[in-house]
């Protein structure tokens, strides 16, 4: 981490969990970075929070709205408003899947952004915030920035693993449902069999990703959050490069013996 953040022209800030042992890793990790759609994570447990608590239904429907369209808004916006009916669920697929920001808003509206805020602060976390809707431009020009810092945004991952906020069939549909395919630096780098429960942000000069990487026995969280960078792909390689190191480290030990020997299922001779 330190050689990856000492070549970004930029800042960097991670937090990685080993979710069987309880033990992190943690650079600049109180850092507060804007999130951009990363902040879709903490959106996602609060309409599956109310879900459980029976104040809404994943399956509501909802009539799409012309006033709801905003800039990249891929999907919501090619719906026709006043006749398509889509529902909750649908529109966090939307969300998380290809981050349309149409959809994201409409959840927004009604989960309400207070409550999101409350369930955070309910976990301790006292830096991540959000603020503003999607493609609300004067809101992050006056500051308004949807925040989190990576130690609070893995702490929120962890206690959605453990079930804090809900749990059961709920918790196995958010995962899933996080675990949509999608382009990130995190998903790029984790074999195709591993599921990537995560979700990445990209703003001018900030790219993250954070989510849950279910490594064979050894699933952990990991959170890298990059800011005031100079060219963005470098934000999104030194992601890569983080992800690619606690991939290989994780998949390692949970393959191996307590006494470090890596049993590989093609190599079945014993010396």
Same mark, same amino acid.
């Given at each position: 981490?330190?050689? $990856?953040?000492? @070549?970004?022209?930029?800042? &960097?800030?991670?937090?990685?969990?080993?979710?069987?042992?309880?033990?992190?890793?943690?650079?600049?990790?109180?850092?507060?970075?804007?999130?951009?759609?990363?902040?879709? *994570?903490?959106?996602?447990?609060?309409? =599956?929070?109310?879900?459980?608590?029976?104040?809404?239904?994943? +399956?509501?429907? %909802?009539?799409?709205? /012309?006033?709801?369209?905003?800039?990249?808004?891929?999907? %919501?916006?090619?719906? +026709?408003?006043?006749?398509?009916?889509?529902?909750?669920?649908?529109?966090?697929? &939307? &969300? *998380?899947?290809?981050?349309?920001?149409?959809?994201?808003?409409?959840?927004?509206?009604?989960?309400?952004?207070?409550?999101?805020?409350? +369930?955070?602060?309910?976990?301790?976390?006292?830096?991540?915030?959000?603020?503003?809707?999607?493609?609300?431009?004067?809101?992050?020009?006056?500051?308004?920035?949807?925040? #989190? +810092?990576?130690?609070?945004?893995?702490?929120?991952?962890?206690?959605? =693993?453990?079930?804090?906020?809900?749990?059961?069939?709920?918790?196995?549909?958010?995962?899933?449902?996080?675990?949509?395919?999608?382009? #990130?630096?995190?998903?790029?780098?984790?074999?195709?069999?591993?599921? #990537?429960?995560? /979700?990445?942000?990209?703003?001018?000069? *900030?790219? @993250?990703?954070?989510?849950?990487?279910?490594?064979?026995?050894?699933?952990?969280? *990991?959170?890298? &959050?990059?800011? =005031?960078?100079?060219?963005?792909?470098? $934000?999104?390689?030194?992601?890569?490069?983080?992800?690619?190191?606690? %991939?290989? %480290?994780?998949?390692?030990?949970?393959?191996?013996?307590? =006494?470090?020997?890596?049993? #590989?299922?093609? @190599?079945?001779?014993?010396?």
């Amino acid at each position: 981490m330190q050689e $990856g953040d000492k @070549n970004l022209d930029g800042v &960097m800030g991670v937090a990685i969990l080993d979710l069987s042992s309880g033990q992190a890793i943690l650079w600049h990790a109180d850092e507060v970075f804007a999130q951009a759609s990363s902040i879709k *994570i903490a959106l996602l447990a609060e309409l =599956y929070r109310q879900a459980a608590q029976g104040k809404l239904k994943l +399956t509501e429907s %909802y009539t799409v709205r /012309k006033s709801d369209m905003v800039q990249d808004g891929d999907i %919501y916006n090619g719906l +026709t408003p006043g006749v398509t009916q889509v529902t909750l669920r649908d529109l966090a697929t &939307m &969300m *998380i899947a290809v981050s349309d920001n149409s959809a994201t808003n409409v959840l927004i509206e009604r989960v309400g952004v207070e409550n999101v805020n409350a +369930t955070l602060r309910g976990l301790g976390l006292k830096n991540t915030l959000l603020r503003r809707k999607m493609m609300d431009v004067k809101a992050a020009s006056e500051g308004r920035e949807n925040i #989190s +810092t990576p130690r609070e945004m893995m702490v929120l991952l962890q206690a959605l =693993y453990a079930g804090k906020l809900f749990n059961g069939e709920l918790k196995d549909d958010f995962f899933r449902m996080l675990a949509t395919p999608k382009q #990130s630096p995190i998903r790029r780098v984790v074999p195709e069999e591993i599921v #990537s429960a995560d /979700k990445p942000g990209e703003l001018e000069a *900030i790219r @993250n990703d954070s989510g849950i990487v279910f490594a064979q026995n050894r699933p952990f969280v *990991i959170c890298v &959050m990059t800011g =005031y960078l100079r060219r963005e792909p470098d $934000g999104e390689a030194a992601i890569a490069k983080v992800a690619t190191a606690a %991939y290989e %480290y994780f998949d390692r030990i949970g393959r191996a013996t307590e =006494y470090g020997r890596v049993v #590989s299922t093609k @190599n079945s001779a014993t010396p």
